[in-house]
């Protein structure tokens, strides 16, 4: 039998097909979604569950002309296979292959690039506008999950939609989760709904009390509309301006297609509720949506299998960990996320401390200035949160928390590089737009052991302190039991250079982080000093000078943007001494680093040991020569 989606090149092939033929096309599209994603690693339950909802959309709309806007984009693999990348699924989040999120550079399909929760409704009501302006009749369609729904901004956006005067649709892709089980109010009026009971009395209350008296017929149709009111979402989103439409099941085409053939022919802002299942089709994945949220490579007739030998303990088990045992010395900490209790390793916290666990949802901005509210008033808030996602609490960062100096310890995950993720979710910035905030501290640990003392040196502030690590593991360094910290704002010296003299000679490399490791490795071979400076801010200014003034030239290495970064701290700190030093800046480039392998990524970055040397023997060459002969001797 030929298959229907090897046929597809495009979503016009995919509408000249007869609608019986869809169910087959599904099935064949959700065999291929699974062994793509078995193959490669990626985001494997939520584009499951996306399979129909897909394909109903590019057989109803004249994609690209009409423009589809996905919310967050892990759930576009369908997508992207219908839109002709079928054939590069096997380059999947691979240094220069398909991304794992829409991109515009990408395809013409993908009408907005997308990683971060949220933005969908902002962006297709931006479209939509442009259409009306230009005399365009394009259809927008937002495609958003129920987690991302509870984030101020797809509110802030529906409120400015629902008076605009323009075509939009907004699906809500309701799958009962984002990554881990959601929360909040918004999640459990639509599950109450879902459990059809509430729904289901309340339509017969005016029916069953008052069907004998034919005169009040009218009244019974009031308290049944009443009634339903208060209980389906239809209300709210009315209230915003919208067009309810639904709930109706996301995998069953027969309701999908007609029900969006429909719509498409109707004029405002349109709502249409869509029931999903996350994993559809797949029961392992069914069972366990979370572990099957974004697995690496695995055998789909088995499933995930858990290696018999335990890998490297990650950074993020190691704040895990910490989190439990400073929970047990002190009372007064409280743990919160922002809908990533797996991803931040609160997941064992949830366990022990359930009164003293707060996730918030998808709500960063939320999570912020709730930690300086509970900081105000003596408990001691710890914020798990990724890097690039602190990002959209910028405003709250500094205005609720650094301005009033409350203690709130941000345990910052995925710093620096972050592999197959890409751009969206590197934390290339962190640094330096902390670093400029007054009462903001900064702790850049060198391995997994580092960060559990630093962790705790934050903890003992009274002041917010930010220790950022990277995803995954570290060298491997064994982590001390106990919760000792290390000198609030000092760093070490980690190698001295061999010279035959006392004179300033030779390099001194300053490394900020996990890149200490590299840096020892490159100083080897160039006879350099590698100071482990541990804190981007405040700096140790004392120890800067005295290694400043007993060498020729310094060299900082960061996993971090160049660009107001730890080494321009270091300028400053040199410039403010009056001392004039040459100095090289090592770290992110000014540009967008694409998703790959995170060794690799380092490496075209220079930040690799064999980088780190090639940069500093081209800078300073004749300062690494004068010390070649110490070199030997002590080689």
């Known amino acids: 039998m030929a298959s229907l989606l090897q046929a597809i090149n495009d979503p016009a092939e995919l509408r000249k097909l007869p609608r019986t033929q869809l169910k087959a096309l599904a099935d064949e599209l959700r065999a291929f979604v699974l062994d793509s994603v078995s193959r490669t690693g990626g985001h494997l339950s939520s584009n499951l569950g996306t399979v129909e909802l897909t394909i109903a959309l590019h057989y109803v709309f004249n994609t690209p002309y009409d423009r589809l806007v996905w919310d967050v984009g892990h759930q576009t693999y369908p997508h992207k296979i219908l839109t002709g990348r079928r054939e590069r699924m096997a380059t999947l989040r691979q240094l220069g292959g398909l991304s794992g999120f829409p991109q515009r550079t990408e395809s013409g399909y993908d009408a907005f690039g997308t990683a971060h929760s949220s933005t969908s409704i902002s962006a297709a009501l931006g479209m939509a506008l442009a259409a009306k302006r230009k005399g365009e009749n394009r259809k927008a369609v937002a495609i958003i999950g129920d987690g991302a729904m509870s984030a101020g901004m797809a509110f802030e956006a529906l409120n400015n939609a629902g008076v605009a005067d323009c075509d939009l649709l907004v699906i809500l892709n309701d799958n009962d989760m984002s990554i881990s089980?959601?929360?909040?109010?918004?999640?459990?009026?639509?599950?109450?709904?879902?459990?059809?009971?509430?729904?289901?009395?309340?339509?017969?209350?005016?029916?069953?009390?008052?069907?004998?008296?034919?005169p009040l017929f009218e009244l019974a149709k009031r308290l049944e509309e009443q009634a339903k009111g208060m209980i389906v979402p239809a209300t709210l989103f009315e209230k915003f301006g919208f067009n309810y439409i639904g709930p109706i099941d996301g995998h069953d085409l027969d309701s999908l297609v007609p029900t969006l053939e429909n719509i498409r022919h109707l004029a405002g802002p349109q709502f249409l509720h869509v029931v999903t299942r996350k994993g559809q089709g797949y029961k392992l994945a069914e069972a366990d949506p979370v572990a099957y949220h974004g697995p690496g490579k695995f055998d789909p007739a088995v499933g995930i299998v858990k290696p018999a030998k335990a890998p490297k303990q990650t950074f993020t088990q190691v704040f895990g960990q910490w989190?439990?045992?400073?929970?047990?010395?002190?009372?007064?900490?409280?743990?919160?996320?922002?809908?990533?209790?797996?991803?931040?390793?609160?997941?064992?916290?949830?366990?022990?401390?359930?009164?003293?666990?707060?996730?918030?949802?998808?709500?960063?901005?939320?999570?912020?200035?709730?930690?300086?509210?509970?900081?105000?008033?003596?408990?001691?808030?710890?914020?798990?949160?990724?890097?690039?996602?602190?990002?959209?609490?910028?405003d709250q960062f500094v205005h609720d928390v650094a301005l009033q100096n409350l203690p709130v310890v941000f345990a910052l995950d995925r710093a620096g590089i972050v592999g197959a993720d890409g751009p969206t979710h590197a934390g290339a910035y962190d640094i330096a737009f902390m670093r400029c905030i007054p009462n903001v501290s900064i702790a850049c640990p060198a391995d997994e052991n580092e960060c559990r003392q630093l962790l705790t040196s934050a903890f003992e502030q009274d002041?917010?302190?930010?220790?950022?690590?990277?995803?995954?593991?570290?060298?491997?360094?064994?982590?001390?039991?106990?919760?000792?910290?290390?000198?609030?704002?000092?760093?070490?010296?980690?190698?001295?250079?061999?010279?035959?003299?006392?004179?300033?000679?030779?390099?001194?490399?300053?490394?900020?982080g996990t890149l200490l490791y590299p840096a020892l490795a490159a100083a080897e071979r160039l006879n350099a000093t590698v100071v482990n400076m541990r804190w981007a801010k405040p700096l140790d200014t004392a120890l800067l000078l005295e290694v400043a003034a007993r060498h020729e030239a310094l060299v900082t290495v960061e996993e971090g943007c160049i660009a107001g970064g730890a080494g321009s701290a270091v300028a400053e700190a040199l410039q403010a001494a009056g001392m004039v030093k040459p100095l090289l800046h090592l770290g992110l480039r000014d540009e967008f680093i694409e998703h790959g392998d995170p060794a690799k990524l380092l490496a075209l970055q220079g930040l690799d040991a064999a980088g780190i040397e090639a940069s500093v023997r081209r800078r300073f060459a004749e300062a690494v020569e004068r010390l070649q002969p110490a070199l030997k001797i002590v080689s």
């Open 181 to 214: 089980p959601p929360v909040g109010a918004l999640n459990r009026y639509l599950a109450q709904l879902m459990s059809g009971q509430f729904y289901a009395a309340a339509k017969n209350v005016g029916k069953n009390v008052l069907r004998v008296a034919p």
């Open 323 to 394: 989190l439990c045992d400073m929970a047990e010395r002190d009372q007064r900490l409280v743990g919160i996320t922002p809908a990533m209790r797996e991803g931040s390793g609160l997941v064992e916290f949830e366990q022990r401390f359930p009164e003293r666990y707060f996730d918030v949802g998808i709500a960063e901005q939320h999570a912020v200035t709730f930690a300086a509210g509970l900081a105000c008033e003596g408990m001691k808030p710890v914020v798990a949160i990724y890097s690039t996602f602190l990002q959209r609490a910028y």
């Open 463 to 512: 002041h917010p302190v930010a220790v950022r690590y990277p995803r995954g593991a570290g060298v491997g360094a064994a982590v001390a039991p106990g919760l000792q910290a290390l000198p609030f704002g000092k760093g070490e010296i980690r190698r001295a250079r061999t010279a035959p003299d006392a004179q300033p000679r030779g390099v001194a490399i300053l490394a900020f």
